[in-house]
Structures are given as C-alpha cells and as structure tokens.
C-alpha cells in the first residue's frame, strides 16, 4: 500500500480525484425487505465510498440496514431509521477490497433509494466482530510502515443496550488514547478521531459485558514513516 502523493509513485489521475473526494462511479438500489448488493467487491486494487444517500419515498417510517461482508462474513450490521420522504447522507470513507463489499435492505417493502458513490483508492480496511470486556485486536500497523486512519466504527450487535470501548497503544503496549460510548440494540458510533500510528501500533475494541457482541471497521492509508 502507499499514500496517493509518494516520492517512489509517480502521481495517477485517480490519486488527484482521491485528494479532491472526487467520486468516478455510482451504485443505485432500489432497497427490498431482503439484502443485496449495494456496492460489489472491485476486480482488482480498492474501491473508496465516499457517500451513501439514502431516501424514504414511502409514507410509513422504515429501517434501513446496510453490512460490510468479507469473504461470507458478515460485519457491521447498522440500521438507519428514517421518516416518511426523508433523505439521509452517510459520510464514512468504506474501503473495500476483492473479498469486500456492502450490503443494504429495509425492514419492510416499502419504495426506497440508494445511491453509493465510489472511486479507485489506496489503503485498506481492518475488521472485527468481537464479544466480552477483553481487548480484541481490530487494526496492527506492521513493521516498518506508518498508518493514517481514515476512519473508525463500532457497532452493537446485542439485543441490548451496552458500552462499546476502543484503545490505542504503542508498540510498547502504553494506551495513548481509549473512549466508550453507550450504544443501544445495533446502534453504530462513527469516531470522528483522526489518527496517525506507527509500526506495532494496535487499535483494540471491546464490549461493556461479558458475552455481549458486537463489530469495528477501521479504514486507512499508508504515509511515510
């Protein structure tokens, strides 16, 4: 993986429109009571979500569901309710690999759109479903490299409401930063935290109560180190 400006890669047109958050294609949804595919996994290299616009054209309000799935697993599991002939924008930079793609349905058949903007990126995207109060390694930068993470979500996927935690150490295992937040039934928390890490470097997540479940995405770039 490298970061789009590099001084051993020379500069593609798709790294310009990476840095300007220029998307370069479109996936449209008419959303159903059953999941499919909103955005497939790419061929080759990584696909960038940059939005997710979402619309209830219905007259009854409706959950929307959307999931990261990697290789048959399902992550991520977060539900959006919205209004009768309300819009929602989802800003959250999803980076998908060949083994990666989204998936998205409603809780009931009603008329429903969504719309998933993409284009060719670098990096990566860490996942993990995780239960109980111990630490679950969700992202460890290796050796010798440098990652910015882009983005980070937790996600709740017990039947009750719980604190979810994330902590990140050094390659010392001293905790730089950690933070919780309270989640109810598939609740989802995007950090809004940016952070730099270097080689060793973990983000870790856990659950508030034993045998509670739940899932993490973090996405990422190279940088320099």
């Given at each position: 993986?490298?970061?789009?400006?590099?001084?051993s890669q020379p500069i593609e047109?798709?790294?310009?429109?990476?840095?300007?958050?220029?998307?370069?294609?479109?996936?449209?949804?008419?959303?159903?009571?059953?999941?499919?595919?909103?955005?497939?996994?790419?061929?080759?290299?990584?696909?960038?979500?940059?939005?997710?616009?979402?619309?209830?054209?219905?007259?009854?309000?409706?959950?929307?569901?959307?999931?990261?799935?990697?290789?048959?697993?399902?992550?991520?599991?977060?539900?959006?309710?919205?209004?009768?002939?309300?819009?929602?924008?989802?800003?959250?930079?999803?980076?998908?690999?060949?083994?990666?793609?989204?998936?998205?349905?409603?809780?009931?058949?009603?008329?429903?759109?969504?719309?998933?903007?993409?284009?060719?990126?670098?990096?990566?995207?860490?996942?993990?479903?995780?239960?109980?109060?111990?630490?679950?390694?969700?992202?460890?930068?290796?050796?010798?490299?440098?990652?910015?993470?882009?983005?980070?979500?937790?996600?709740?996927?017990?039947?009750?409401?719980?604190?979810?935690?994330?902590?990140?150490?050094?390659?010392?295992?001293?905790?730089?930063?950690?933070?919780?937040?309270?989640?109810?039934?598939?609740?989802?928390?995007?950090?809004?935290?940016?952070?730099?890490?270097?080689?060793?470097?973990?983000?870790?997540?856990?659950?508030?109560?034993?045998?509670?479940?739940?899932?993490?995405?973090?996405?990422?770039?190279?940088?320099?180190?």
């Amino acid at each position: 993986m490298t970061t789009p400006i590099s001084e051993s890669q020379p500069i593609e047109s798709y790294h310009l429109k990476a840095m300007g958050g220029v998307p370069n294609a479109c996936s449209y949804l008419s959303l159903s009571n059953a999941y499919a595919t909103l955005v497939a996994a790419p061929a080759s290299g990584v696909t960038l979500i940059t939005q997710l616009l979402l619309r209830n054209n219905d007259s009854v309000n409706a959950d929307f569901y959307f999931k990261v799935v990697r290789s048959g697993v399902d992550y991520l599991v977060f539900r959006i309710e919205l209004a009768p002939y309300e819009r929602l924008i989802v800003e959250f930079p999803f980076i998908l690999d060949t083994n990666t793609s989204i998936e998205a349905k409603t809780s009931a058949s009603i008329s429903a759109k969504c719309v998933a903007t993409t284009l060719k990126f670098e990096g990566g995207m860490s996942v993990a479903n995780f239960s109980g109060t111990a630490w679950t390694d969700l992202l460890t930068v290796p050796a010798g490299k440098a990652y910015s993470i882009l983005g980070l979500m937790l996600s709740n996927s017990y039947n009750s409401a719980q604190n979810v935690s994330f902590q990140i150490i050094d390659n010392a295992s001293n905790v730089k930063w950690t933070d919780s937040i309270l989640l109810n039934q598939e609740g989802t928390w995007p950090c809004g935290e940016k952070f730099v890490m270097g080689a060793g470097w973990k983000i870790q997540v856990k659950h508030g109560a034993a045998s509670y479940t739940g899932s993490a995405v973090a996405a990422f770039i190279e940088v320099p180190s």
